[in-house]
């Protein structure tokens, strides 16, 4: 097998960057057979950048969810290594829906997304006492204002601009991949 040179100057740099917390979806963030970051790159497009997309809380706490997750898993997936910009977009919206949400500083990935999706499905079964009780008090200080946030979620235009990028990106590397461009972007 042989590297072009291209990697194989990157190798040193990829060797020495400190490997940050990721995360997993749990099992029903997607529905039947399918990719759950494609799932969750298109979903979260589609609730940030639609007028009412997050009216329902149940949605905001299943986006905002979904984008911790990319935000904490897009940098560490070889797949998904085709827009190198997008981890720093994604970043900045993690922040903003940290700071909107009132997630603590520094808390762990994997509990803000599942304190997210256990509150959306809780929310979904209009049961606001275990909407609260589902989000960690380690990630969510305050956990009925998080739930107060996810009914009246501001504009977050980071947010909605992150996702959107991913949702492009993603879509112009399917289309490549279709039409025959494997190796790389269109130009």
């Given at each position: 097998m042989r590297l072009s040179p291209a990697l194989l100057a990157l190798l040193p740099i990829l060797a020495c960057a400190p490997l940050g917390p990721t995360a997993s979806l749990p099992y029903d963030a997607v529905q039947g057979a399918g990719d759950p970051t494609r799932a969750a790159i298109y979903s979260s497009a589609y609730a940030f950048n639609n007028p009412g997309g997050l009216a329902d809380p149940a949605v905001a706490a299943r986006a905002s969810a979904n984008v911790e997750y990319l935000a904490a898993s897009i940098p560490h997936d070889p797949r998904y290594g085709f827009a190198p910009t997008l981890n720093g977009l994604l970043a900045q919206a993690r922040e903003a829906l940290h700071t909107a949400l009132g997630v603590a500083p520094n808390a762990a990935p994997q509990l803000v997304v599942d304190g997210l999706y256990g509150a959306s499905r809780a929310l979904r079964a209009h049961d606001p006492e275990a909407a609260e009780r589902a989000l960690s008090p380690i990630a969510f200080p305050?956990?009925?204002?998080?739930?107060?946030?996810?009914?009246?979620?501001?504009?977050?235009?980071?947010?909605?601009?992150?996702?959107?990028?991913?949702?492009?990106?993603?879509?112009?590397?399917?289309?490549?991949?279709?039409?025959?461009?494997?190796?790389?972007?269109?130009?």
């Open positions: 305050d956990r009925a204002a998080t739930l107060s946030r996810l009914t009246d979620m501001p504009a977050l235009p980071q947010v909605a601009f992150a996702t959107a990028a991913a949702e492009r990106e993603l879509t112009g590397f399917e289309q490549d991949r279709v039409g025959g461009r494997r190796g790389g972007r269109r130009s």
